[in-house]
């Protein structure tokens, strides 16, 4: 796994001198109890690695551990909740 580092309203991965290779924005929610997860980005250099997946399990172990849920709005994250229905139903938001 990269070394994923989280700030405000985003899960990233940088390279040494600070450029940014890979991140997921999110912004918040249902009076802040829900994750949007709104855009993921992954350089070139860096796709077909896994790091979307694993900047969504990022941000999906932080919402179970602060008891919070998860509202798919990019493609990515749609399309990876929709596919693995067994990993992410128990943390997707239901309105």
């Given at each position: 796994?990269e070394?994923?580092?989280?700030?405000?309203?985003?899960?990233?991965?940088?390279?040494a001198?600070?450029?940014?290779?890979?991140?997921?924005?999110?912004?918040?929610?249902?009076?802040?109890?829900?994750?949007?997860?709104?855009?993921?980005?992954?350089?070139?250099?860096?796709?077909?690695q896994?790091?979307?997946?694993?900047?969504?399990?990022?941000?999906?172990?932080?919402?179970?551990?602060?008891?919070?849920?998860?509202?798919?709005?990019?493609?990515?994250?749609k399309?990876?909740?929709?596919?693995?229905?067994?990993?992410?139903?128990?943390?997707?938001?239901?309105?």
């Amino acid at each position: 796994m990269e070394n994923i580092q989280r700030d405000t309203h985003r899960y990233f991965i940088a390279d040494a001198s600070g450029r940014i290779l890979a991140e997921l924005d999110y912004a918040y929610i249902n009076h802040d109890m829900t994750y949007t997860v709104d855009s993921i980005f992954v350089s070139p250099e860096l796709r077909g690695q896994g790091i979307a997946s694993q900047l969504l399990d990022a941000i999906v172990t932080d919402a179970k551990s602060e008891d919070k849920t998860i509202k798919a709005v990019c493609p990515y994250a749609k399309a990876a909740f929709q596919r693995y229905p067994e990993k992410y139903q128990e943390i997707e938001y239901k309105p």
